[in-house]
């Protein structure tokens, strides 16, 4: 799109009960996202239409919402990627309570996040509280602390979307959290039961959606959950790998009784079998 044009914009208006699909006709140029048209039609005809946003630079994650049937950020999708001469839809998350027009509730994903325990760092490594860290392993973890909580992957996956499984599965988002912590070099809290049992990561089978529609390119399913699993399984169905754990926490216990701790740099990874 190279000069100004009219585009046809068709907004969810109301809730998800009683709504309805409006179209409304707007004048775009070179440049624009969906959001700036969104606020155009606000301006011009629509001073009610109710649309939630912050950053206007993709960091934010307020903007989130299905354009053209796809989970985007309003304020990152450009209107030259999209086809101008049929209508664009513009409609809210499906996967939670609608409050008004584009606005969703995801107070769920907040409730979920606060069940998790949070980070507990192991005893430090030397006497003046420091630690003593593989780079490789700080790395690992770094992909995962871009999230902005967009919630887009929470609502493209289909056990929370079309299964509607809020109560047995926390979705990709959580699962990025967990590793987050569950991955970091120093960690030391014990949440494999929980990703197991109550946030129901036996669900996910891999179909790679939300790591489609991530706009932080995070590789959720393969960096994420696959890891995960992979944990779940060692700790809970490798009777092997649950012998050696019992074994290395009883030494662990024993260092703790007096016995100088080693190079914490030769220590393996956390979950490491
Ligand atoms: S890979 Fe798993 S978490 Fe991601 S969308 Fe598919 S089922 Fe959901
Ligand atoms: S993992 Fe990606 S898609 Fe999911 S909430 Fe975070 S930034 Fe959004
Ligand atoms: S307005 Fe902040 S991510 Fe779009």
């Known amino acids: 799109m190279t000069e100004a044009r009219?585009?046809?914009?068709?907004?969810?208006?109301?809730?998800?009960?009683t709504g309805a699909f409006r179209d409304y006709r707007t004048r775009v140029t070179h440049g624009m996202v969906v959001l700036d048209a969104v606020h155009q039609v606000q301006s011009e005809s629509a001073p009610d239409l109710a649309c939630r946003w912050n950053c206007k630079a993709?960091?934010?994650?307020?903007?989130?919402?299905?354009?053209?049937?796809?989970?985007?950020?309003?304020?990152?999708?450009?209107?030259?990627?999209?086809?101008l001469d049929q209508p664009v839809t513009?409609?809210?998350l499906r996967a939670f309570p609608s409050i008004r027009d584009l606005v969703t509730d995801v107070s769920w994903n907040f409730r979920v996040k606060a069940k998790i325990p949070p980070f507990r760092p192991r005893t430090p490594d030397?006497?003046?509280?420091?630690?003593?860290?593989?780079?490789?392993?700080?790395e690992r973890v770094q992909e995962f602390r871009k999230c902005i909580e967009c919630f887009l992957c929470q609502d493209v996956c289909h056990v929370l979307r079309d299964h509607h499984k809020h109560d047995e599965f926390a979705g990709p988002r959580h699962f990025v959290y967990q590793a987050a912590l569950d991955m970091h070099p120093l960690d030391v809290e014990e949440r494999l039961r929980q990703v197991k049992d109550e946030n129901g990561i036996g669900y996910c089978n891999i179909t790679r959606c939300c790591t489609k529609v991530c706009p932080e390119h995070i590789a959720i399913t393969?960096?994420?959950?696959?890891?995960?699993?992979e944990r779940v399984v060692d700790e809970f169905y490798d009777p092997l790998t649950r012998l050696f754990r019992i074994f290395r926490a009883k030494r662990k216990s024993d260092r703790m009784d007096g016995r100088p701790e080693p190079d914490a740099s030769a220590l393996p990874p956390k979950g490491a079998p």
Not at 222 to 229: C, Q, S, V, W
Request: proline share 6%; with cysteine.
């Open 6 to 17: 009219d585009a046809t914009f068709r907004i969810w208006r109301g809730d998800h009960a």
């Open 58 to 83: 993709g960091k934010c994650g307020s903007c989130s919402a299905e354009i053209n049937g796809r989970p985007r950020l309003m304020c990152m999708t450009r209107l030259e990627t999209l086809d």
């Open 90 to 92: 513009v409609e809210p």
């Open 126 to 138: 030397a006497p003046d509280g420091t630690w003593r860290i593989d780079q490789a392993d700080v």
């Open 222 to 229: 393969d960096n994420a959950i696959i890891p995960l699993k």
